[in-house]
């Protein structure tokens, strides 16, 4: 396929002049002439210079690869349909679509954006997280850094002892049990050869006791609605787990709240002051 320059530099100006601050969770700002996004918000959104973004709209540059149109799509908030019209202006065949995608819906995104007081973040079917607030880095560190199988806060509860010192040890026992339960069940639900099942034969070959839970063939877990996180500064925290789920695209929402007047509650207010420095 072909870059369609021209389509691409019209495709992306319309988007971006569409799309409003409070649409992708910036602040208007009392002087904003601009219709729509500047050029350089929507770079930053896609994690890419306004150089680089800028010369697309102007028909410029060398063809974006895949991973960049992806990240493209995201930034600039696409529907499914918008992405793949996205991935042929820039000359590539679109990705194929199935509930294991990692496109974020629009929907889900806009969401997310508005959270900005609390610990939120986007996950895969298999734990990957998409997604974070700013609170959610500042309460489990940057968990959207990991590559290959730890991506999966499945397979690094199981391989890495550093995942496990962020939940109450009361809890592990538990947790060990529903994220073999987890995997077990998207494992029958996307069949042998899916990233499922290459996930499962890795942690069988890694881990004694990922083989030993595994063998109990338990399935149907449900995640516990109050979850106890340990933070390095800030200790104990009991905080609710509320979910939404996007069944197109299986991602989950996951929004962590504390009861007001509790201490939980107390240690969030000082969890925004703290911020994500100390688990980057």
Known sequence: MVIDRTGLAEFLRHRREALQPEDVGLPRGRRRRTSGLRREEVAALCHMSTDYYSRLEQERGPQPSEQM??????GLHLSLDERDHLFRLAGHH????????????????????RLHDTPAEIVT?????????????????????????????G???????????????????????LFVSGLRGVVTLRGPGSRAAQLADLLLARSEEFREVWDDHEVGLRPQEVKNFVH??????????????????S???LVYTAVPGSESYDKLQLLSVIGAHSLR
């Open 69 to 74: 149109v992806a990240s493209i799509a995201q």
């Open 155 to 177: 397979y690094r509860w199981f391989t890495d002892p550093a995942t496990r010192e962020l939940y109450a040890p009361g809890d592990h026992p538990f947790l060990t049990r």
């Open 94 to 113: 679109a990705p194929t679509r199935d509930a294991t995608g990692e496109h974020i819906s629009p929907g889900l995104l806009r969401i997310l954006d």
């Open 251 to 253: 991602h989950m929402l």
């Open 125 to 153: 079917e298999l734990g990957e997280t998409l997604r974070q607030t700013e609170l959610g880095v500042a309460l489990t560190g940057d968990l959207t850094r990991y590559t290959g199988p730890a991506r999966s806060i």
């Open 232 to 249: 390095p500064e800030l200790g104990a925290l009991e905080l609710t787990c509320q979910s939404l789920l996007d069944p197109r695209q």
